[in-house]
């Protein structure tokens, strides 16, 4: 099957880079291990997304049977998801050029803006019409349910958003809460497809797993440094527990942490807390770095208000390491409360602190949840699982299409 993916604000290619930056995370690496195991199937991909930097080289192959392409939509320059919106337009030409004389069996769109560009240029696509597939990674209702005014989204996004997912020929959703958040925006619920993020297993293993050895109990953080991701929740719960340490990974590279915004405001919540001396801020990190970090830790903590998916959860537990995470979005499908992980309220610093104690206290049924996290992980979670699912969904929306994929 030859498939076009559109990501327009997150390449692929930052995956192999560190990750944590205000607009690099989950997405990037979604899209690449995607891409990466479709090829691996047999599959031609190509993933158009957009050249910020002029040093670019128009095409690169990111795997075997992958390519990235770089289409010139915008400064070539990096611009903030938030502002792309009106380059969507440039971008929904470029790819309506390049499919007019060999349309993909099957585009599938990364995030909203993605999807205006695909729909843009599947449909007069040579003699027929190219089957779109829409992923949104994150819903605009859901964000402006939990920023409010903070949110600097597009003011079109919701319309958009709603008239995008009635047009697509499937929606894939991450998490099955995703999916009455799809019905409620009148997306037909027989084109909603439940489909998971995956883990990449032999990078994320228990191998050399150990936390003993630390005269304090070590807590990970590892997350972009957004107020939503709910970092300031695990330094306020830190409060409660004395025994313990928090490492926080993300954000911008080590050397730049003093000039962030968000890292001064955390560090001042740390010493309002009156747990500086206890939170080590580690800056971004890259891919490989991830799994010793999350592997040096008693717990891995994530407290995000919303989380459409949430891909450090899982490479926790496919590290056998237990994760105490807020019970919101695709955390819901992913730790099984009290089994893999520990389930609390977004917002609650001491109801993530008496679930950190509970674990904290008890070695041996935190070692057991660790080998079923990892058992979990590795039975539903991984990409060759989740290719072949996604896959499926193209063939489906082929169909739907009238097109032969």
């Known amino acids: 099957m030859r498939i076009a993916m559109i990501s327009e604000h997150a390449s692929p290619l930052a995956a192999r880079a560190g990750l944590g930056g205000a607009d690099g995370g989950g997405q990037n690496v979604f899209v690449a291990e995607l891409a990466s195991e479709l090829g691996r199937q047999g599959h031609c991909v190509t993933v158009y997304t957009r050249r910020d930097s002029p040093a670019l080289p128009r095409r690169v192959r990111l795997a075997p049977g992958v390519t990235v392409e770089h289409v010139p939509a915008g400064p070539a320059e990096h611009v903030a998801k938030d502002d792309l919106l009106p380059w969507m337009r440039d971008f929904g030409d470029y790819l309506e050029r390049r499919w007019a004389a060999e349309p993909p069996d099957v585009a599938h769109a990364h995030f909203w803006m993605s999807g205006l560009a695909a729909a843009q240029a599947a449909a007069p696509a040579s003699s027929r019409r190219v089957p779109v597939v829409q992923t949104y990674h994150a819903l605009g209702t859901v964000k402006?349910?939990?920023?409010?005014g903070k949110d600097t989204s597009p003011a079109a996004r919701l319309r958009l958003e709603r008239a995008l997912g009635r047009a697509a020929d499937a929606v894939i959703a991450t998490c099955s809460d995703e999916v009455a958040e799809l019905a409620a925006m009148d997306v037909p619920?027989?084109?909603?497809?439940?489909?998971?993020?995956?883990?990449?297993?032999?990078?994320?293993?228990?191998?050399?797993?150990?936390?003993?050895?630390?005269?304090?109990?070590?807590?990970?953080?590892?997350?972009?440094?957004?107020?939503?991701?709910?970092?300031?929740?695990?330094?306020?719960?830190?409060?409660?527990?004395?025994?313990?340490?928090?490492?926080?990974?993300?954000?911008?590279?080590?050397?730049?942490?003093?000039?962030?915004?968000?890292?001064?405001?955390?560090?001042?919540?740390?010493?309002?807390?009156?747990?500086?001396g206890r939170v080590e801020f580690?800056?971004?990190?890259?891919?490989?770095?991830?799994?010793?970090?999350?592997?040096?830790?008693?717990?891995v903590v994530t407290l995000p208000w919303y989380e459409p998916f949430g891909m450090v959860p899982l490479e926790a537990m496919a590290c056998g390491v237990p994760v105490v995470a807020s019970a919101v979005g695709g955390h819901l499908d992913t730790v099984v409360d009290g089994a893999t992980g520990v389930l609390v309220p977004p917002r609650d610093p001491e109801a993530a602190a008496a679930a950190i104690r509970a674990l904290l206290d008890d070695p041996s049924g935190r070692a057991a949840m660790?080998?079923?996290?990892?058992?979990?992980?590795?039975?539903?979670?991984?990409?060759?699982?989740?290719?072949?699912?996604?896959?499926?969904?193209?063939?489906?929306?082929?169909a739907l299409s009238g097109v032969a994929a």
């Open 282 to 299: 580690l800056g971004r990190l890259g891919r490989e770095e991830v799994p010793p970090l999350l592997r040096s830790a008693s717990l």
């Open 144 to 148: 402006r349910r939990h920023q409010g």
């Open 189 to 276: 619920r027989e084109r909603i497809s439940v489909v998971p993020c995956g883990v990449d297993l032999e990078l994320f293993t228990p191998d050399g797993h150990s936390c003993d050895g630390r005269e304090r109990h070590r807590l990970v953080v590892l997350s972009r440094l957004v107020e939503r991701k709910g970092v300031d929740t695990a330094i306020r719960a830190l409060a409660h527990l004395p025994d313990a340490e928090l490492a926080v990974a993300g954000g911008p590279p080590r050397a730049e942490l003093d000039g962030d915004p968000e890292v001064r405001r955390l560090r001042g919540v740390a010493r309002d807390a009156g747990v500086a």
């Open 370 to 398: 660790g080998f079923a996290a990892g058992d979990r992980a590795r039975d539903r979670y991984s990409w060759t699982r989740v290719a072949a699912d996604t896959a499926g969904v193209y063939e489906r929306a082929a």
